[in-house]
């Protein structure tokens, strides 16, 4: 097949890990006779220095046209002054918006050869295999109104959060029909909603709709769970869940919990897809380490395993994404460690031969 993908390397380590899954993205093409177009663009921090905006209208242009956007990763300590005009990150939130990319997907799977890594007893995270769907063009991030003024206590700062009927029944339904899909392949078939139902009127409604979709899908569990017992609950009894579903907030900060689960945030990826057929943006949950940039040292393994929910989700190749994920979890099982993952005394690889590895075992 011929597809068109948009990379946005972005700041910090984004462009070591996006040059890894590049390479990845050709030796798949070339093994299986595809041609993927690959094209980069300017996104983040970078393009802010370059063009004062951090979602150049030619950057979204480029990821409009393609099949897919694959990401590294925006932001840093160069622009994240809080009284910055324009910040890094208001440019991830509006290629989100524009490609109406609402459900974040991102899958957290404990790979067998680095369960010693988590920082949770083996008992406890054995099992896991959680998938977030995370609301990601609503919610706080996107509220209006949304502002800073002075007031007589000095300055304040406001932010909205709201949920609509519409926008709560298309994410359940992507979180329903991926337990379904997943019980299908001997997975739990259940759904985990989590709100503050008990604070929040936006999630009393939430709560409210979550629970007529789910009587439209009688084959499936469910639950609702409030976010602070959620927090708990992921350290306490991770393996007691399968898909997870939450506001754009939530979603947030217990990925990132979840994340340490399975002892690297290197190793996640994800996927934020809108309507059927529209353009998929792939990217790992993690930021970009500007503490580690430049040194050929980062983890490429998260932007691989995007690049293989890219070639499931967005392109429809299954057997092709399959490929990929073997490929890593052979390389693990080998021993190649990049430095976040290894062991004090292993022996570490740097960003470019953790990549070769991959495609060597491709
Ligand atoms: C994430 C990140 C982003 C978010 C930031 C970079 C805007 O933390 O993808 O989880 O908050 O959504
Ligand atoms: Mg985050």
Same mark, same amino acid.
């Given at each position: 097949?011929e597809a068109?993908?948009t990379?946005?390397? %972005?700041?910090g380590?984004?462009p070591?890990?996006v040059a !890894?899954?590049?390479?990845?993205l050709?030796?798949?093409?070339s @093994?299986? %006779?595809h041609?993927f177009?690959?094209?980069s663009?300017?996104?983040?921090?970078?393009a802010?220095d370059?063009t004062?905006n951090?979602?150049p209208?030619?950057?979204?242009? =480029?990821?409009?046209?393609?099949?897919?956007v694959? *990401?590294?990763?925006?932001g840093g300590p160069k622009?994240?002054d809080?009284?910055?005009?324009?910040?890094?990150e208001q440019?991830l939130l509006k290629?989100?918006?524009s #490609?109406?990319?609402?459900?974040?997907?991102?899958?957290v799977?404990v790979?067998?050869? *680095?369960?010693?890594?988590?920082p949770?007893?083996?008992?406890r995270? +054995?099992n896991?295999?959680i998938?977030f769907?995370? +609301?990601l063009?609503?919610?706080?991030y996107?509220?209006?109104p949304q502002?800073?003024?002075?007031v007589?206590n000095g300055?304040?700062?406001?932010?909205?959060m709201r949920?609509n009927?519409m926008e709560? @029944?298309r994410? #359940?339904?992507?979180?329903?029909?991926l337990a379904?899909?997943?019980?299908?392949a001997?997975?739990?078939g259940k759904?985990?909603?989590v709100?503050?139902a008990?604070v929040?009127a936006?999630?009393?409604?939430?709560r409210?709709?979550a629970? !007529?979709v789910?009587?439209?899908?009688?084959?499936i569990?469910y !639950?609702?769970?409030l976010v602070?017992a959620m927090? =708990?609950?992921?350290i306490n009894?991770?393996?007691d869940?399968?898909?997870?579903?939450?506001?754009? =907030?939530f979603?947030d900060?217990l990925s990132d +919990?979840?994340? /340490?689960?399975?002892?690297? *945030?290197? /190793?996640l990826?994800?996927?934020s #897809?809108? !309507?059927a057929?529209?353009?998929?943006l792939?990217?790992?949950?993690?930021?970009s380490a500007p503490d580690?940039a430049?040194?050929g040292?980062?983890?490429p393994?998260?932007?691989?395993?995007?690049?293989a929910m /890219?070639?499931r989700?967005?392109?429809?190749l299954?057997?092709?994404?399959?490929?990929v994920?073997t490929?890593?979890?052979?390389?693990?099982?080998a021993?190649?460690?990049?430095?976040?993952i290894a @062991?004090?005394? +292993?022996? @570490?690889?740097?960003?470019?031969? /953790?990549?070769d #590895?991959?495609?060597?075992?491709?």
């Open positions: 097949m068109k993908i990379l946005l390397p %972005g700041d380590i984004g070591e890990v !890894e899954a590049e390479k990845v050709a030796a798949i093409a @093994k299986f %006779g041609t177009a690959t094209q663009a300017l996104a983040g921090g970078i802010i370059k004062g951090p979602l209208e030619e950057t979204l242009g =480029m990821c409009l046209e393609g099949n897919a694959l *990401l590294g990763a925006v622009w994240s809080p009284t910055a005009k324009v910040r890094p440019g290629l989100r918006k #490609l109406g990319a609402f459900a974040n997907i991102r899958p799977r790979f067998p050869a *680095l369960a010693e890594a988590s949770l007893k083996a008992d995270v +054995e896991v295999d998938v769907v995370r +609301e063009t609503g919610g706080i996107f509220g209006t502002g800073r003024e002075t007589a300055r304040s700062g406001h932010d909205t949920y009927e709560i @029944k994410v #359940l339904r992507v979180a329903f029909t379904q899909q997943r019980k299908a001997g997975g739990q759904v985990t909603s709100d503050k008990n929040l936006s999630s009393r409604v939430w409210e709709v629970h !007529e789910a009587a439209e899908y009688p084959d569990g !639950e609702d769970v602070d927090a =708990m609950y992921l009894r991770p393996g869940f399968d898909v997870v579903v939450t506001g754009n =907030m979603g900060i +919990e979840a994340s /340490m689960i399975t002892g690297s *945030l290197g /190793m990826p994800s996927a #897809l809108g !309507e057929g529209s353009v998929g792939y990217e790992p949950i993690h930021g580690i430049g040194q040292i980062a983890n393994l998260a932007t691989i395993l995007s690049t /890219m070639l989700s967005s392109l429809g299954e057997a092709e994404a399959g490929v994920e490929a890593v979890s052979q390389v693990l099982a021993g190649h460690r990049t430095a976040d @062991k004090p005394g +292993e022996t @570490k690889v740097g960003t470019q031969e /953790m990549g #590895l991959v495609v060597a075992n491709l």
